[in-house]
């Protein structure tokens, strides 16, 4: 059973606009989650995270938002570059656990110069 | 700052056979986790070590899979015997503290043929 759903596997997007990813997740006690955007041949690259007791964490041109009552968060990327092209997953974690990431599926964004 | 480095990067072996993956986490985390993606599915978690003490094996598929960390530096994780299911990327990631995001190096790619 998947606790963390990206249920888009991929998205395109032109250069300049923005970028906007989504994720459910099922696990009431996450508390803390994260986006990692990864290259081919590559290990995942952290981008940024948010604590549940926020609802927006911004760093640059990438905000997430989280929403506890729709168990929701998203990314988004503004303006979006060429260079963004990547896979991006959503990953949660649980206090009391060993701060293991539950990761989604990924979704592949490509933005189109 | 050295990011997490992984040993080897790639490794094809027979089933039957044994391998072993090391990782180099960046100096000064005392947390080091250990993932799996295999087939292209969810990375998912396999253990976690503070310092040298396993905190969490949970995610360890089956008594063929050994990690250590002696010294609480370097990991290694052994699979003994390869079977054609543990073939898959295999990701080491650190951080600081618990709770706080994980840094991942770029994996060992195993195949088991």
């Known amino acids: 059973d998947q606790q963390v759903k990206q249920n888009s596997p991929s998205l395109s997007v032109q250069e300049g606009r923005i970028s906007i990813l989504n994720c459910d997740y099922t696990?009431?006690?996450?508390?803390?989650f994260l986006w990692y955007k990864k290259y081919p041949a590559e290990g995942p690259t952290f981008l940024i995270s948010?604590?549940?007791?926020?609802d927006k964490n911004e760093d640059g041109r990438f905000t997430v938002f989280l929403n506890k009552s729709a168990k929701h968060l998203s990314l988004h990327i503004v303006p979006s570059q060429p260079g963004d092209s990547a896979v991006y997953f959503c990953?949660?974690?649980?206090?009391?656990?060993?701060?293991?990431?539950?990761f989604g599926s990924g979704t592949q964004l490509t933005v189109l110069p | 700052e050295a990011g997490v480095t992984q040993f080897p990067s790639h490794s094809v072996i027979e089933k039957g056979q044994t391998v072993t993956l090391r990782c180099d986490p960046i100096s000064g985390h005392d947390n080091l986790y250990w993932y799996r993606r295999v087939m292209g599915k969810e990375i998912k978690f396999l253990l976690h070590f503070v310092k040298e003490s396993k905190q969490d094996e949970s995610g360890m598929p089956n008594n063929r899979f050994l990690a250590e960390r002696t010294g609480g530096t370097y990991s290694t994780l052994k699979v003994q015997p390869a079977e054609l299911e543990d073939s898959g990327v295999y990701f080491c990631?650190?951080?600081?503290?618990?709770?706080?995001?994980?840094?991942f190096g770029p994996g060992t790619r195993l195949t088991v043929t």
């Open positions: 948010i604590s549940s007791i926020k």
């Open positions: 990631a650190s951080s600081q503290q618990q709770g706080t995001e994980q840094y």
């Open positions: 696990n009431s006690m996450f508390d803390y």
């Open positions: 990953a949660a974690s649980e206090e009391g656990s060993a701060r293991q990431l539950t």
